[in-house]
């Protein structure tokens, strides 16, 4: 019996057209919870920042798993669990992108920025729901204020310049446009974990929803894991079932008696 479920928020709890969640994903949530079904998000986004989370900010979670796995908190709460970048894996970072004239967005625990504009950056904008972040600020010191998730604004290719010069850390793309640098020991699969042991779950016990590369790792451990059906081969191959195209979210609460 499935007791907890982990949603990506992205293309698989908003609609990929429309960039909101549907009615029929919140009214889903909304009967899973009443059930005593645990539902929590599962983003690449900084769900402490007021801007990434205003998609989601009308639907109550029971917790958050934000920037792939980096943080897990409550509401606004204090993070409970919290995996930032190594200094000299973000400096790398800054100056593999500097050097290539490319974007990158930086997350803090609870601001994002953009380090340039970009066509790239653009093409994000158009395909979910958020604000372009602000430019970094002059005199911004990662040093002093952790970094737990970075994102180029970068091709496949030129992801493949950049992550050799970064030690501990993996990147997880989501998009064709942009991908993400997390911690190596990082990905939604240890925030799930983390959460699942502050409320005594084991895999068994959990679903998890998702359509990107960086899912992969949660729909791989989750007891079941479902792929959204836009998703591509690498990401169907990890999950245990594929979901339908029309109303994803209800129709997999019904397939499993989450509601």
Not at 62 to 81: A, L, Q, R, T, W
Not at 197 to 224: C, P, Q, R, S, W
Request: with cysteine; charged share 20%; net charge negative.
């Amino acid at each position: 019996m499935i007791k907890a479920v982990f949603l990506d928020v992205d293309n698989t709890l908003t609609d990929p057209k429309t960039h909101t969640v549907p009615e029929s994903a919140y009214q889903a949530i909304l009967a899973a919870r009443k059930k005593g079904i645990l539902v929590f998000a599962a983003t690449g986004r900084n769900t402490l920042s007021e801007a990434e989370s205003k998609t989601i900010a009308h639907i109550e979670f029971d917790g958050y798993v934000g920037m792939n796995g980096s943080i897990c908190h409550f509401g606004k709460e204090e993070p409970f669990f919290t995996l930032p970048l190594e200094l000299s894996d973000v400096a790398a970072a800054f100056s593999a992108c500097s050097e290539m004239n490319v974007a990158m967005s930086v997350s803090t625990l609870r601001n994002v920025y953009i380090t340039a504009m970009s066509d790239n950056v653009k093409k994000i904008d158009e395909i979910v729901d958020i604000v372009t972040p602000e430019l970094i600020p002059k005199g911004f010191d990662y040093e002093k204020e952790a970094v737990f998730s970075l994102m180029p604004y970068a091709s496949r290719e030129a992801q493949a310049l950049i992550m050799p010069r970064l030690i501990n850390t993996v990147s997880a793309r989501w998009n064709e446009w942009a991908f993400d640098i997390i911690p190596a020991g990082g990905g939604k699969h240890v925030g799930v974990q983390k959460m699942m042991e502050h409320f005594g779950l084991v895999k068994e016990d959990i679903l998890a929803m998702g359509d990107g590369e960086n899912d992969i790792t949660m729909l791989e451990y989750a007891g079941i894991g479902v792929a959204m059906n836009h998703s591509n081969e690498s990401v169907k191959k990890s999950a245990d079932f594929v979901a339908p195209a029309i109303e994803p979210v209800r129709s997999v609460f019904i397939k499993y008696g989450i509601i």
